[in-house]
């Protein structure tokens, strides 16, 4: 069997199609050298084809190869890692084209397409992007059956017609087994470090830092609540807290000497004891959710104050915030249960209550001073909050997105000289105001309320927020400066209030959609289909798994999810062979027996049994009973013969209608 | 041992048969090469898609898996309801090839790309469309004299994705003949005529009378139409001659004592063909068996089977 067997002409198309259209999502990411060498690859091959051409020698094709190589670690740097293999994986695609002759080498070919339809999925996980995937394995399929027929007469579009009705076919299958197939942990870590920065909190704060990210629409998470969700006003989404100040910018830190054992605990070891405090005060109300996060390339999330989870792949933070083991490259989600009364189980002493106290040497000398007075004014720290809080409500302070820069020591500048500030103005400076009036305080950093979408929230980047916490009657209470401000900020959320202030120059991002009512439910069910997408299919993990099956079989064990896996595949082929292989679609009958068929019995329903069967009898027979019908009988008769007997070959699919047309005709004229 | 046993099952199940209609009781079915490694690239996106995390590379994981069993079913349905009937027969010397032809009938659905082989032997790609027939001829090598049966038929498919291959081993009752190889022989083993063993190579029509003309009948030798008569617009006919004055020449197999007796049969055959070549008329006797005087193709054809038969049971 020592034939080469060629790939046929008629399936040379399929092929380049799927080459192109799976390496397209690569090229538009990856560095331009790839579209480069696809072009150059594409433009040989049809030079070869037109024989202006030799297919290249092994040394040209070495070459090529090597070059792909020495560009792949000049663009990445490595040639190992996700983005540098991709990149690799498609060059090695295109140049495997380039040697395209034989059925073995499309076979390759075809293997590396799957390949790179997985790279695809890797950076490209939307809805759309799975569809267009399920196209490239359609095009995969449709040059698969092409290169098994050989017949030099096999219709090109047919190859695409048999791919697309098995996948249909797979489709079913390939369902069944998503939701069975158990999910297991990673079996070693694999991290995407798609450094692409992406806005959001960071993990310091400085004036003009939040007010940036107002001006992003883009979703930082979706929240679904079980039962009830809090009023806006309560929707304070803790990310971060940062306790120590330098004079301008608030950073996250922990008291000298404590590691990560002391601020973090993520489900292994012994519990510590402000752990088990707080487990110990876990009780009263809960608001119980899911968090579907948006990539963020942070380890912090967001939750309402006092989040208890199952600390899997996450922890509690001694400050009651979650962390994530690892940065959020993909989608995560994980379920939260927040139990505000939790707090009073926390604990503020000695090196971490110094903390909390602390501020720069110097600076800042007025709001020091002005402190220092409500000291002596208020004994009780409570009363000193109130007043503070009054301050900001009855000095002309402003709620602007634009504050004006502030140089030098800028709590003062802001609190005596401008007053015009967004929410990081307000929590900076308040939150120093308490330290130096003898409370221990922090800003937390996170988003702030969020919009109703169907059964969940979405929370933007221009919900982003800061605040403060102030140790009050042994635990932390939240205060917001903002609120006292811009109450309305709180309660409508930042779009309603900057459109009430007038100054809506939001035009970009979510702001020009609001304008457009149409455009504004578009994007809101786009974001419903994606929410849905994120939830049941990127989201649906080990844990989501496990509770869906628990519905679906009662409980979960090894021999029940492996015999609902059975027995669902095992029906499902079933049916599918009952479709494929059923006689009733192989119906012999030509496409103009069936015509005929047709007619006769439309003219058996109206009462006129024809017992020969002859265009001529159909003719004199509808004549005879309907004169009114003879003309458009007539016309139908010479079409039906001229088709029958005077073509040589089968008639085409505009000839076959306009047949139908004539039998409509001459079934209409029959009620006349 | 396993190989009879397998055999003795293949005979069972599948008969041998003028015609023979595939269906789940003949066609087998295994993943063919590529599919294994189809298989083994959606098991690394499996490992891929869990330490990813990501669904969607399982998904496509899945949807191969889906496919595959899909390919199952059409591959399967690829060959099923396809019905092969033993057509003609084309004979052979021992040492060369014949041929047998193989009808392929398709009645419900079209068979594509189908490859046929004895079994060792090149393959053969046909596809038939619906309601059509398609006659396929497939040389088989002839190595001994006699009736020989062909080894089944594999009729293989890997269409339509090529991930798996459906075949079955059909056994179709049909006979190919091989003829002896001609041999040289020294002396013609002929007796009749003028009682001269050896005709003249020369022996001419001249030599025989000629005695009129007949209607052409299939089968006639060309050498003896009277092609000038026909050009002139006569009709196409044949010359008759007289049978030599000498007599009729039997082709004897007693007459080659003491030799083989295929090595007889080879010598009778080379002197069949090359009467046949003289165009000279001849008869040949062997051992319950006997072929009267004739001449032209089918005399030769004739005489070829007689020998090639010789000391059958039937």
């Known amino acids: 069997m020592a034939r080469i067997y060629q790939v046929p002409s008629h399936a040379r198309g399929w092929l380049t199609l799927a080459i192109i259209a799976t390496s397209l999502p690569q090229l538009s990411d990856g560095p331009w050298w790839q579209s480069g060498l696809l072009l150059l690859v594409l433009g040989w091959r049809a030079l070869v084809d037109r024989q202006r051409l030799a297919l290249p020698g092994r040394l040209v094709r070495l070459v090529l190869l090597l070059a792909t190589v020495a560009a792949t670690w000049q663009s990445y740097g490595r040639l190992h890692g996700p983005e540098a293999g991709s990149a690799l994986i498609t060059a090695l695609f295109a140049l495997k084209y380039l040697e395209l002759v034989s059925k073995r080498d499309a076979y390759v070919l075809i293997v590396l397409g799957y390949f790179v339809c997985a790279t695809i999925l890797l950076f490209h996980q939307g809805p759309l992007a799975a569809l267009y995937v399920i196209g490239c394995l359609a095009l995969l399929t449709a040059s698969l059956a092409g290169i098994n027929y050989s017949d030099t007469h096999a219709r090109r579009r047919q190859h695409l017609g048999v791919a697309a009705v098995m996948l249909l076919q797979a489709l079913p299958l390939a369902a069944i087994l998503f939701v069975l197939v158990p999910r297991v942990a990673p079996l070693w870590n694999m991290q995407l470090d798609s450094g692409q920065a992406r806005t959001g909190m960071s993990d310091s704060m400085s004036p003009g830092q939040v007010s940036r990210l107002t001006e992003s629409a883009e979703l930082a998470f979706r929240v679904q609540f079980e039962g009830q969700a809090p009023p806006p006003r309560q929707r304070y989404w803790r990310g971060l807290t940062y306790s120590y100040f330098d004079g301008t910018t608030w950073r996250q830190a922990r008291p000298p000497g404590w590691s990560d054992r002391d601020t973090v605990y993520g489900g292994r070891g012994p519990q510590p004891d402000w752990y088990r405090d707080l487990r110990a005060a876990d009780s009263g109300p809960a608001w119980r959710y899911r968090v579907i996060m948006a990539p963020s390339q942070q380890r912090w999330l967001y939750a309402l104050a006092v989040p208890f989870t199952d600390l899997d792949g996450l922890a509690l933070a001694r400050d009651l915030r979650l962390v994530a083991d690892a940065p959020v490259t993909g989608p995560l989600s994980y379920r939260v249960r927040s139990v505000p009364a939790a707090g009073a189980g926390a604990t503020l002493d000695g090196a971490e209550r110094e903390l909390m106290l602390s501020l720069p040497e110097q600076g800042n000398a007025r709001a020091r001073r002005l402190a220092g007075e409500w000291r002596r004014r208020y004994r009780q720290d409570d009363a000193l909050v109130r007043a503070a809080l009054d301050y900001f409500r009855q000095q002309p302070f402003f709620y602007t997105l634009e504050p004006p820069p502030v140089t030098g020591d800028t709590v003062d500048r802001f609190l005596f000289d401008t007053r015009r500030g967004f929410c990081e103005h307000y929590a900076s400076s308040f939150t120093f105001l308490m330290r130096a009036a003898g409370i221990p305080a922090r800003v937390v950093a996170g988003y702030q309320g969020g919009e109703a979408n169907g059964d969940y929230l979405q929370v933007r980047q221009y919900d982003a927020h800061a605040w403060s916490e102030v140790w009050l009657d042994g635990r932390w209470q939240r205060v917001d400066p903002t609120a006292a401000v811009a109450p309305e900020r709180i309660e409508l959320g930042l779009r309603q209030t900057l459109r009430n202030l007038g100054a809506d120059q939001d035009g970009e991002g979510g702001g020009a959609f609001n304008r457009v009512p149409l455009l504004f439910q578009l994007q809101q069910w786009a974001d419903y289909v994606d929410f849905n997408w994120q939830k049941w299919v990127l989201g649906y993990r080990q844990d989501q798994q496990r509770a869906f099956l628990e519905r679906l079989l009662g409980a979960v064990t090894a021999t029940r999810i492996a015999l609902a896996l059975l027995v669902a595949v095992l029906v499902t082929t079933a049916l599918l062979a009952l479709l494929v292989l059923s006689r009733r679609r192989d119906d012999p009958t030509r496409p103009l027996e069936r015509e005929f068929r047709r007619l006769r019995q439309a003219l058996r329903r109206r009462g006129l049994e024809l017992p020969e069967a002859s265009s001529a009898a159909v003719q004199s027979a509808v004549s005879g009973r309907w004169p009114g019908a003879a003309t458009a009988a007539g016309h139908w008769r010479r079409y039906f013969e001229y088709l029958a007997y005077r073509l040589d070959q089968e008639p085409s699919g505009g000839q076959l209608r306009q047949l139908a047309r004539r039998r409509r005709a001459l079934l209409r004229a029959l009620g006349r | ?314």
């Open chain 2, 1 to 314: 041992m396993v190989r009879n046993a397998w055999q003795r099952w293949l005979d069972r199940r599948l008969p041998r048969a003028r015609q023979v209609r595939l269906d789940q009781r003949g066609i087998f079915i295994l993943p063919s090469g590529y599919g294994y490694l189809y298989l083994l690239v959606a098991v690394l996106l499996f490992f891929g898609g869990i330490n990813y995390e990501n669904n969607l590379i399982l998904g496509l994981c899945f949807l191969m898996i889906g496919l595959f069993v899909v390919a199952i079913l059409h591959t399967y349905r690829n060959l099923s309801g396809l019905t092969l009937r033993a057509g003609g027969a084309r004979s052979g010397f021992v040492g060369g090839q014949g041929s047998l032809e193989v009808v392929l009938i398709a009645r419900r659905r079209g068979h594509r790309a189908l490859w046929l082989r004895w079994l060792e032997q090149t393959a053969q790609e046909v596809s038939v469309e619906r309601n059509e027939e398609t006659g396929l001829w497939l040389n088989l090598p002839l190595t001994r004299r006699g009736a020989r049966r062909p080894p089944r038929l594999r009729v293989e498919s890997r269409y339509p994705l090529g991930l798996l291959r459906a075949w079955s081993l059909v056994a179709l009752d049909q006979v190919c003949l091989a003829w002896p190889r001609p041999q040289q022989g020294a002396e013609c083993p002929a007796r009749g005529g003028d009682r001269e063993r050896r005709p003249a190579p020369a022996a001419q029509n001249g030599s025989e009378e000629f005695r009129g003309l007949r209607g052409y009948v299939p089968g006639d030798a060309l050498t003896q139409v009277d092609w000038k008569g026909y050009a002139r617009g006569r009709g196409l006919n044949v010359k008759l001659f007289d049978e030599p004055a000498s007599g009729r020449l039997w082709l004897r197999y007693d007459l080659l004592e003491g030799v083989p007796v295929e090595q007889r049969l080879s010598i009778l055959c080379d002197w069949v063909l090359q009467l046949s070549r003289e165009n000279r008329p001849f008869a040949l006797w062997l051992p319950g068996a006997e072929l009267p005087p004739g001449q032209g193709d089918e005399q030769r054809r004739r005489a070829l089977d007689l020998l090639a038969r010789h000391g059958e049971a039937d």
